[in-house]
């Protein structure tokens, strides 16, 4: 069975860092590019990053340009996003995916497995 357990979300100021995990399971990790994926109160889901297989290329949305640091270790079944300079704007749930359908480099039109998300708050 394919499992994503999505941690480390908290409450944190403007400003302030996080960093997120995915730790994986029931499929074979280092074969499967990963992405992160948020959705705001009231919002779409919106594609932040994406990383390949093999952790040599990786993309960003724009917002988060500059700001966020996807990652990978292959031998932990684990993804990573660092967040940095955290914005209010942030605030929302970060679900980590893979098995992309339908993709152009790393942003994907769905994705066949997700975690159940964790909550994500930049508030002062």
């Known amino acids: 069975e394919v499992q994503l357990v999505e941690s480390g979300g908290d409450l944190v100021q403007p400003g302030g860092s996080l960093r997120l995990s995915c730790l994986t399971s029931g499929f074979t990790f280092s074969s499967y590019d990963i992405y992160w994926i948020r959705q705001a109160p009231g919002k779409g889901r919106e594609w932040v990053s994406g990383?390949?297989?093999?952790?040599?290329?990786?993309d960003y949305a724009e917002s988060v340009k500059g700001r966020f640091t996807i990652s990978r270790d292959n031998t932990k079944n684990t993804a990573y996003l660092q967040m940095n300079s955290l914005k209010t704007e942030d605030t929302a749930v970060y679900y980590c995916a893979t098995w992309g359908d339908n993709c152009s480099g790393l942003k994907c039109k769905g994705y066949d497995y997700w975690g159940q998300g964790t909550q994500v708050s930049v508030s002062s």
């Open positions: 990383i390949k297989f093999d952790g040599a290329m990786a």
